[in-house]
Nanobody, 110 residues
Framework: VQLQASGGGLVQAGGSLRLSCVGS????????VGWYRQAPGKQRELVAE???????NYADFVKGRFTISRDNFKNIVYLQMNSLKPEDTAIYYC?????WGQGTLVTVSS
């Protein structure tokens, strides 16, 4: 299993980014794929996840701002992040079946 996360960058507060997680060696549509994040000095925390059947789960701190989705044909899971806040600054990781991608850095300036 290989996971490749991308789409991070520097954005001003209130802006948007879309993260992508490309999977190989595993079918996302048959598994739960999650996005986690880890800010400096903090523990890694769940942001959102999408299950094989398509149901989703979000952390309270991103509800209404972030949307997780999946492209079954391309085997990509996206995380659309809107209304970004400085406290969203972190490295964002995608994960499936305890495998982790390398992470992509999101920095939100105030």
């Amino acid at each position: 299993v290989q996971l490749q996360a991308s789409g991070g960058g520097l954005v001003q507060a209130g802006g948007s980014l879309r993260l992508s997680c490309v999977g190989s060696g595993i079918i996302f549509g048959l598994n739960t794929v999650g996005w986690y994040r880890q800010a400096p000095g903090k523990q890694r925390e769940l942001v959102a996840e999408i299950r094989g059947g398509g149901s989703t789960n979000y952390a309270d701190f991103v509800k209404g701002r972030f949307t997780i989705s999946r492209d079954n044909f391309k085997n990509i899971v996206y995380l659309q992040m809107n209304s970004l806040k400085p406290e969203d600054t972190a490295i964002y990781y995608c994960t499936v079946r305890r495998q982790w991608g390398q992470g992509t850095l999101v920095t939100v300036s105030s």
